[in-house]
Nanobody, 119 residues
């Protein structure tokens, strides 16, 4: 199995910054895409950003120019630098990855970390 552990969430004022990190562990043979999703109260979970094993990145329109995703493939880690945070960025942020284990490819999720942006 694969375990993803997030860290770095917290409370910040609008305009501030936070950096989220996620570490993957377990019997991992290889990892394809890694990314971040978020879910605000009463809303569906949405993709925030993702990065492939080749380094290609994607961002939700709402965070382009403010967030930056990075990855250390050797350590199975992914980070999300969040700048110019807005109250609407408030949500639980989840780390996600597609990984291959002895059982084959699967999609895995972290437990989530709360990000709260005050106005």
């Amino acid at each position: 199995q694969v375990q993803l552990v997030e860290s770095g969430g917290g409370l910040v004022q609008a305009g501030g910054s936070l950096r989220l990190s996620c570490v993957g562990s377990g019997s991992i043979f290889s990892v394809n895409a890694m990314g971040w999703y978020r879910q605000a109260p009463g809303k569906q979970r949405e993709m925030v950003s993702s990065i492939t094993s080749g380094g290609s990145t994607m961002y939700a329109e709402s965070v382009k120019g403010r967030f930056a995703i990075s990855r250390d493939a050797a350590k199975n880690t992914v980070s999300l630098q969040m700048n110019s945070l807005k109250p609407e960025d408030t949500a639980v942020y989840y780390c996600n990855c597609n990984a291959r284990t002895q059982g084959g490819w699967g999609e895995y999720w972290g437990q989530g970390t709360q990000v709260t942006v005050s106005s």
